[in-house]
DNA sequence: TCATAAAGATTGCATTTGCAAGTATTGTAT
DNA sequence: ATACAATACTTGCAAATGCAATCTTTATGA
């Protein structure tokens, strides 16, 4: 063995070096973040993201809903049915059509965004405070360019 | 309004720029990928990935192969209950402590380690295949910075 | 040495998830 | 107008997941 090969298996360079493995330590890591500040709210993570599209579009029907966050039917049917326990987000008839309902956020639904945005920024921000700037301008440039290959 | 200003919600904003939401929707979209790979093999993620680490190194206990990927020590539990039911792996007696076993692939357990690797040389060119090799080199750069700032 | 704690692994049980089938309503084509 | 397909949403049920308790074995300290 020469003196500058590396004592590693090729199964762990080929592990270490995976895009998909890493964006999935990554994932799971910024989960588990998520999870603890959500805690506190009693809010899950489908919750969350069902809050926080609500706050950015108000009055879809569950299915328009569920189609910005890739959340299947039925998954958005129950995030709905637990919200709408915990009163922040109501179900009102579609005026057209009597097989749809839209959905709102409630004045108490209300109330607890803004403590939304608080926790992503915090926790975008740990994800990034170890990146320069140029380094982050980086990465949002190749993540849309991946993500934009992926969806169109 | 002036004339240069975007027509969309602050909420929108936050979310389509948000680094952890984009590394979600990368995250979900790979592991439907692979998962879709990996049907014919009948294999789960979590099973996936216990391979590739055995195919790294076998003989580990179960705790220690367990915590190369993060995973809890009952889902490791299971995940080698159920490879060993499919005769890839098996559970041998620790000569030095009757509380461990030692886990190691079976010959049949071998044979479907390759096929591993071209799945997963797949799904990752597949993800890469929008960037330059410039841009692929910082990606890994930033991952790599991320992910060892987040677990040292 | 003896009690107590810690480590390694497993399992019972409750919750979550996801597929597939269900209901009700609306759209489409003859 | 009628039959048939598609849409919107819900739900039953089985499998997957996760917490906490358990069992056995080994390590530690007085």
New interface residues.
Partial sequence: MSKSSKTV?P??T??E????W??????????AE?RRELKHLGLSLDQFAML??L???EGLTQTALGSRI?MPGYATTRTIDALEEMRYVERRKDERSRRSYRIYLTDQGRTVIPGL?VI?KK??GQ?????SSD?KK??????????T??FD
Same sequence: chains 1, 2.
């Fill in positions: 298996s199964a762990k080929v592990r070096n995976s895009f998909g890493m964006t999935k330590i990554l994932c799971a890591s910024l989960d998520m926080m599209t706050a950015e579009a890739s945005f992503v926790v975008n994800l990034l405070s170890v990146l380094e980086q990465l949002m440039t190749i993540y849309k360019k991946i993500v290959a992926r």
